[in-house]
Each structure stands twice: as C-alpha cells, then as structure tokens.
C-alpha cells in the first residue's frame, strides 16, 4: 500500500510541477502582454547587388564559376523608404494611401495594394476580437506603413546579366477592368515595364481563406530573359506571444517532409534557414488562431528560406521561396503559379489527416497538400488529441453547447473505461480489506524488510491483488486530462463557446473572482500591483477544489505526516492553479471529479470494502467543534 501511495504521489508531483510553472510563470505573463506597437517602418541593411538583389530592383547576382547564374535570394526590407522618412502612419492611413481592389467574401474583407501588387489588407469577418458581436473583426494582414506591417507579396527575380526592369514594391499596377476580388469574380492586373516585358497578375479567391494566384510575363523583346518566379510573406516586428509551452508560435511548415516549428527567438538567433531543391512542401506564419502560409504546387522544386532581418529597431521575419529559373524566349510567355492560405485556422477548413475520418479533409485532402493539418498544433499526443477533438465536436453537433459536449465526453470515457477501473478499484478496495493483516506482517518481521516484502507478495498473490492497480485511474486521466487542455487552448472551435451562467467563452479562465465577492465589490484585485495576479479565483475552479478534496476523503486519512500534509493542501493547490486555466477544462476536471467520487464509492461499496469518506467528513467536523 505504501509503495502504490509513493507511484501516486509521484504521479501527482509530476503534475503539480507542470501546474505551478503555467501559474506562477506563464500566468502572469500573460496577464502583463501589452500589444508593442512598432513606431516605425524602415529600410533593411545596405545588401550587395551582386549576390543579393531585392526583387525587381534589377540588380543581377554574380555568376557561378560554372558559367550558370546562381540562384539569388528574395530580399527581406521595404525598399525606398529612409528611417526619416518613414513613420508609421494609423493602419486606416496606411490602407488609404495607395489605390486598392476591394476583397469581399463570406470570411474574408479586405483588398489587394495595386502599389506593388501585395495582399496586405485582411480581415476575417467570422471573428471578433471579443465575445460582443459589434466587436472589431480580427485584423490579419495590414500595408506597410501600418504599426505592424503583414503581408504576401509575388513576383520575378532577376537571374543575371542586363534585366529589364521588374515590378517591384512601388511598381503601380492596373486593374483590367474593374470591380471586386470576390469567390465568383477574380480580378487581373497587368504592369508593362516599357522595355519589352508586359507581366499580368490573375488572383482568384475560394469562399474561406484560399486565394490563388497566376504570374504571367511576356516578352516582346528581340532577346532571352531568366527569371525567378518567387512568393514571399513578411512580418514586421516581433509579434506578441502567449509563450505556452503546449503551443507553438512562429515559423511553421512542412518542409522535405519534416515538420519545422522555428520559434521568433530561434529564427532570431540562427538568421537564415535555407533548404535546397524540396517538393511537396508548404509553410509560413502562425499565430495561436490564425495563420498565413505559402501553398505551392505540391510538385514543384522550391528553394525556401525562412529569415529574420533587423530593420532599423525592429525585425522582419519572412518565409519565401523560389521555384526554377523560367527562360522566356523572344517572343514568348512563362507563367508561375502561387497559393496562399490567410485566415482562421479552423479544422474542417484546414484538414485533419485521422484513419476513418471523413468530412474534415479541408485544403488537406482538397490540395492534395503534404500534412498540412499540422498548421494546427495537435502537438506530439496528436494521437490523443486529434480523436478528443472530433469526440467534442461531433457531441457538439448534436447538443450545440461545447460545455455540454465537455461534460458527455467525459462521461462516454468513463464509460469506456469503467472496465479498467472497476479492476483498479476493486484492488484498492482488497488492499484496505487486507491492511490489518499486513500490519500484522509488518510487526511480525519488524527488523527483516525482505521478508516483510515476500510475505506480502505472498498475501497479494493469494488474495488475487495488485498493488499497482489503484495508480491506473489517474495514470489515465493524465493523458485524457492533457489531451483535453490542448484542445480547448489551440482549437478555435472553442474560442467564444459559451456554456450556461457566465461562463461566456469556454477558452478563457472563468471571469468571476472571490476576492470582489464575485463582482459586488467594483474594483478588479488582477490590477493590485506585484501580487494581483495571484488574486484570481473563480467559481468554477472553487466548485474543482470541493469536488476534489471530497475525492480526496474517499481514502484513509495516509500515516504518514508528509503524505497526509500533501494531500490535505493538494485540492487548494489545484484550485488556484487551475484558476488561470480555460473554464473549459475547470469544467472537465469538477465533472470528472464528481463521476470519479461516485464510480469509486459504488465500487467500493460492490466489494464490501469501507468508505471512509463519511467518517473522514465527520470527523472533519468534530475536529473543527472541538477547537
């Protein structure tokens, strides 16, 4: 018994870590993130010419000994602009500030700069920054100009020898025609350089978050032009991050079939990743809900590279690639295609690669793509956490409340489990019926522990018990517990999922405190400097704590001080530190608490063993009357 009370409780401190890590660290920097606005847009260092030309600036690269030009590289940086004269205007100017073809579709609004060609003006209309409806939509992409320039852009590279000029970021392009990029209406755009070189832009959209494009160029010239079709998506300034360890935030993609997860700080330390000649490939930026990415065509040979730049004061992070060199004969036409992924990264839209799942194939399935259901961060349990997401959500389409999904879904795992539990159980339940004989053993031998440890070998082989089997409750609710955490925190299926009461969005920490009397008192005691954070608990997470210290009193009160200690003080603990966890879970765990403290009771009271958590109650309260 004392060995399976050691398995527990290490079990137990091995969670407690983890839990008050997330609360004491994670916690509070959450809680302190102030969106940094960037002051200023500014040029990139000075680069070579000769090995590094920005895109269309004309400047060919050197050539390779062999005779054949070297592949350049796509050039991060805002060309033209000086630091003096270049301050951040509000994002509304920076929109303004160039003529522009609107984009409007059921997900997305927003429009196409025709002052350089970029998709850089985006907002997903689904989603708001707050539960309130009339709340602003979340806002992805934004100009250069804007305090946090994000954006796509497509185009040539020059590969050598005199160039014609290309269009580049100032380059104004006309729209054929006119009207609004929508899913049934694509729009062109065409640019004539005046040296021969006439390059047409065709950018279509689907109704989520897929626009496609097609790069064309002719050539009325009398001679040869080398160009490198490339894509690029660039973000300015180092983005403001949750800093979960369950959740990645960052550079993301699949590359030469492995998956790349490049954090801001580890992009900022190494500078430059460059892969070579890789197919099937896709990748980009994420945020924890949202995401852009570069789709090319699942068969064409890339040149990727994923870098982070000083601008001035700030950085700029970047992943482009390049496909092959195109020669364009005199006379002739090259064409490069692009896709790209801006929006929400919602599981039936994004795919999700499970055995016998059908109907959540999204751009995954319908592009044919290389894993790209890892842009949502299922993490290593994928295995856990990809099959508790689509339990919730099919139990969510059939109730239409997540919380109501959260609380079935844990009972259809007990249910599942029972079995497994009903054994563990009952051996807990022979274990305390034999206690008084292996007390009895233990004063029988009491300076000989090995044959104490062979005679209650002896015992439990007779008696048909494991000592270990009491452990198996909780070694499965660990993974189930982890499993539900990571997708109530990365899935924005559950971003704004109301339940009933106040309980408005199941993803965020209970918003009720006791320490302003759950809102009678008008102040809010997270804002009390240094310690305030710490001053944060819900009713949700105060319901947790009950239903876990009466879990806690099913069992005999441990001989043991320090185990006793430990246990006595283990629901507080968790009760704080599961107060800045997402309701969601909090939720889960008093559910789960709550069918635990009656499977246990029932199957103990099966097995003629005694429920001690009456007479651990009553004498809770003697105890109490008597000082």
């Known amino acids: 018994m004392k060995d399976t009370r050691n398995t527990i409780l290490a079990v137990v401190l091995s969670g407690l870590v983890l839990l008050v890590w997330q609360y004491f660290y994670v916690a509070p920097t959450e809680k302190r993130r102030e969106q940094a606005a960037q002051t200023q847009v500014v040029n990139p260092p000075a680069q070579n010419p000769a090995t590094s030309p920005a895109p269309g600036n004309g400047s060919p690269p050197a050539s390779g000994s062999a005779g054949a030009p070297p592949a350049p590289q796509v050039a991060t940086g805002v060309p033209g602009q000086s630091p003096a004269a270049a301050p951040t205007q509000t994002r509304e100017a920076a929109v303004a500030a160039a003529p522009r073809v609107k984009i409007d579709t059921p997900a997305l609004a927003g429009s196409i700069a025709l002052k350089g060609g970029r998709i850089d003006d985006l907002s997903l209309k689904r989603f708001r920054e707050t539960v309130d409806p009339n709340s602003p939509a979340i806002v992805l992409l934004s100009p250069s100009g804007a305090p946090h320039p994000y954006y796509a852009e497509f185009g040539w590279v020059p590969a050598g020898g005199a160039t014609s000029k290309l269009p580049d970021q100032s380059t104004l392009w006309t729209q054929d025609g006119s009207g609004t990029l929508t899913p049934t209406t694509p729009v062109n755009l065409s640019y004539n350089n005046g040296e021969g070189l006439v390059f047409h ?57 492995k998956l790349q997860e490049i954090k801001y700080k580890d992009i900022d330390d190494k500078k430059l990743m460059e892969f070579s000649n890789v197919t099937d490939s896709w990748f980009g930026i994420t945020d924890k809900y949202w995401a852009a990415a570069l789709l090319p065509d699942t068969d064409a040979k890339l040149q990727v590279h994923f870098r982070s730049d000083p601008v001035g004061t700030t950085r700029t992070y970047q992943t482009d690639y390049l496909l092959d060199a195109q020669t364009i004969q005199a006379g002739g036409t090259g064409s490069a295609d692009a896709r790209l992924f801006a929006g929400a990264k919602e599981v039936g839209v994004v795919g999700i690669n499970f055995p016998l799942v059908k109907g959540f194939g999204g751009y995954n399935q319908q592009l044919h793509l290389n894993k790209f259901d890892l842009l949502i961060d299922w993490g290593w349990f994928y295995f856990l956490t990809k099959p508790m997401f689509l339990g919730l959500d099919g139990l969510y389409r059939l109730v239409g409340n997540f919380g109501v999904a959260i609380l079935l879904l844990t009972a259809i795992v007990k249910l599942i489990f029972f079995p497994l539990a009903n054994k563990s159980y009952a051996s807990m339940a022979k274990m305390k019926a034999v206690q008084p004989q292996l007390t009895a053993l233990r004063e029988r031998y009491p300076d000989d522990k090995v044959k104490q440890q062979q005679e209650m070998m002896a015992l439990y082989k007779k008696e048909k018990i494991n000592p270990l089997a009491g452990c198996l409750p909780i070694a499965i609710q660990i993974p189930v517990f982890f499993s539900l955490y990571k997708v109530l925190f990365v899935s924005i299926e559950m971003r704004h999922a109301p339940f009933y009461g106040w309980i408005h969005d199941l993803s965020a920490p209970d918003p009720t405190n006791i320490f302003n009397l759950f809102g009678l008192l008008a102040y809010d005691p997270s804002q009390i400097p240094f310690f305030g954070h710490y001053l944060v608990l819900g009713a949700w997470p105060i319901i947790m704590g009950i239903t876990m210290w009466f879990q806690t009193q099913l069992n005999p009160t441990p001989p043991d001080p320090t185990q006793k200690m430990i246990f006595a003080w283990m629901p507080v603990i968790f009760t704080f530190m599961l107060s800045a966890f997402s309701a969601g879970l909090v939720i889960y765990w008093a559910w789960n608490n709550t069918l635990s403290v009656l499977q246990q009771s029932f199957i103990m009271k099966r097995n003629g063993a005694k429920i001690e958590l009456f007479d651990n109650v009553k004498s809770l309260f003697a105890r109490k009357q008597q000082t």
């Open 201 to 257: 832009r065709a950018i279509a959209i689907d109704d989520r978050f897929l626009f496609t494009i097609k790069d064309t160029v002719e050539n009325k010239t009398a001679n040869p032009v080398t160009l490198y079709p490339y894509a690029l998506i660039s973000r300015h300034g180092t983005p403001e991050v949750a800093g979960y360890y369950v959740l990645h935030e960052g550079i993301v993609g699949v590359v030469g079939d």
